[in-house]
């Protein structure tokens, strides 16, 4: 059974259950193992605050129109509809009761929050997003108690093309309810959702990146099996340092470099280097027009104490923001007087702010003068000793346990340019990671293995994954790859230099 942070066994948590539904399932006992894992509090759920956002993408649509059709049908019943995306961001909420929106709005499930079990335990939407099936959670199962007075019940919806989860459909409603014609709905309109998005999804454009997120909260506390890598090079370690001393001495610190080099991840290791018992707000910018939500919505945060706020990539945010920006994060920190507590940093609130653009001369004007210390963050093919830890760090996240790399793959992931930086090795080792329990030169993407630097028409882009293809089959010569390709042997060692598939050569 699931044990507290000191190792009882909560009573309510009986080994044949205390609900009046009967015996716990074991799926809920799994999920109260995770939330223990994650070290997600007993009494009160802390969710992370993303901000309300604009979802324009055809899930959002879909769900949207189902659930206010819903909703007139039951706007006199206290019962509250929700939309989330696939990492547990309520998008939306509607209900007629005002007492349950009340209540809801006390424990945080509200737009804006994400309540995925990594962030509020075991619950109804949690585990479904967890699990990819339509789950159930009644009072008492919920693992914080301040959920225990709610029965919510949420099915996932996946892309009817793809299979990939788009969020989920969750209705909740007091605990007295026994739930199940709640469940019954929310699949009724999970399907409903799925249903639309395929009718719709013909001559449909490509779904568009989320806009507006607008921060992530990060809890001193670190989730079981991601921790932080801290094995990296000296260059890393260096610039960590550099940025973690001036965090110490109050100081603003722009971590300037190439997209996707980890600059907010380097501030972030900063950040936590200095201040331990800091949450950390990292905060994306905004499209021009949403400014003023986007400030209104993070802004009472940063009042709080212990929290240290990353802006990131100022260097697209909009000029009247820039301004809006140092006005809201006040004056910066004073030195901190020697002998004070770890993480007592003084200033305005007590807190930190550091942000991050592609270099310190796109810092807008607003800004730039705010700036104290600027740590450049090198991008990842100048710390080649970076790839493996990294690319070992991201298979174990992906798989949950260590993943095996061959010399070959081991060759190609190090010499690769990375025009893409630590961003390109994470989508990269992800896909291999997921081919197989062992990652060699036939689970890489073929980008990884050419070195080609211009790019390819999708023809020559095609010829290339097909030259990749054949020759990492194991067994294959040179010989039978280019019988198969339809090609010399002389044209098929031209094309490898052509596309610079180094790891293929040898």
């Not at 990819?132 to 693992?143: G, K």
């Not at 568009?208 to 801290?230: D, I, S």
Request: aromatic content about 4%; hydrophobic content about 40%.
């Amino acid at each position: 059974m699931v044990p507290t942070h000191d190792g009882a066994l909560p009573e309510r948590w009986g080994l044949q259950g205390s609900l009046d539904a009967g015996p716990v399932s074991g799926r809920v006992i799994a999920s109260w193992q995770r939330s223990e894992d994650y070290g997600v509090p007993l009494e009160s759920v802390e969710p992370f605050f993303a901000g309300t956002r604009r979802d324009d993408s055809l899930f959002s649509q879909c769900g949207n129109e189902v659930l206010t059709g819903l909703h007139e049908t039951l706007s006199n019943e206290p019962i509250s509809l929700m939309l989330t995306d696939a990492d547990g961001l309520v998008l939306n909420r509607l209900s007629g009761d005002t007492s349950l929106l009340r209540a809801l709005d006390a424990v945080h499930l509200a737009p804006g929050f994400a309540f995925s079990e990594r962030e509020a335990g075991t619950n109804g939407l949690g585990m479904a997003l967890a699990d990819r099936t339509p789950s159930l959670v009644r009072a008492d199962e919920h693992y914080s108690l301040s959920l225990c007075t709610y029965t919510c019940a949420a099915a996932p919806v996946l892309d009817p093309v793809t299979g990939r989860l788009e969020g989920s459909v969750n209705l909740t409603t007091w605990s007295r309810s026994r739930g199940d014609l709640l469940l019954a709905l929310a699949q009724s309109a999970a399907g409903n959702t799925a249903s639309l998005m395929l009718a719709r999804s013909r001559g449909q454009s490509p779904r568009p990146a989320p806009k507006g997120q607008v921060f992530r909260v990060e809890t001193a506390r670190l989730e079981p099996g991601a921790g932080t890598l801290r094995g990296l090079s000296a260059t890393w370690r260096g610039a960590v340092d550099r940025a973690a001393d001036a965090i110490t001495r109050g100081r603003v610190v722009a971590a300037v470099g190439e997209t996707g080099a980890g600059r907010a991840t380097l501030l972030a290791q900063a950040l936590r280097q200095a201040h331990p018992r800091d949450r950390i707000l990292s905060v994306s910018s905004p499209d021009p027009e949403d400014v003023e939500a986007w400030l209104a919505s993070w802004a009472p945060e940063i009042s709080k104490p212990w929290t240290s706020v990353v802006v990131r990539n100022v260097d697209v945010l909009p000029a009247g923001a820039a301004a809006s920006l140092v006005r809201v994060m006040g004056t910066r920190h004073p030195v901190p007087v020697p002998g004070t507590t770890p993480g007592a940093h003084g200033g305005a609130g007590g807190r930190s702010w550091c942000l991050t653009a592609e270099s310190f001369a796109d810092v807008p004007a607003g800004l730039a003068p705010q700036v104290d210390t600027v740590v450049e963050v090198p991008p990842l093919r100048e710390r080649t000793e970076d790839v493996m830890p990294l690319a070992r760090h991201v298979a174990e996240r992906t798989r949950g346990r260590p993943i095996d790399f061959t010399a070959a793959a081991e060759r190609a992931l190090t010499s690769c340019g990375w025009p893409g930086n630590v961003d390109q090795l994470v989508r990269a080792v992800r896909q291999a990671a997921g081919r197989g329990d062992v990652v060699d030169l036939a689970q890489l993407p073929s980008e990884v293995l050419s070195g080609s630097r211009r790019r390819l028409t999708r023809i020559e882009a095609f010829e290339r994954d097909e030259i990749v293809r054949c020759l990492t089959r194991p067994g294959t010569t040179m010989k039978v790859a280019a019988a198969e390709l339809g090609m010399s042997r002389a044209t098929l060692y031209r094309k490898l230099a052509q596309y610079d598939l180094h790891a293929l050569k040898e």
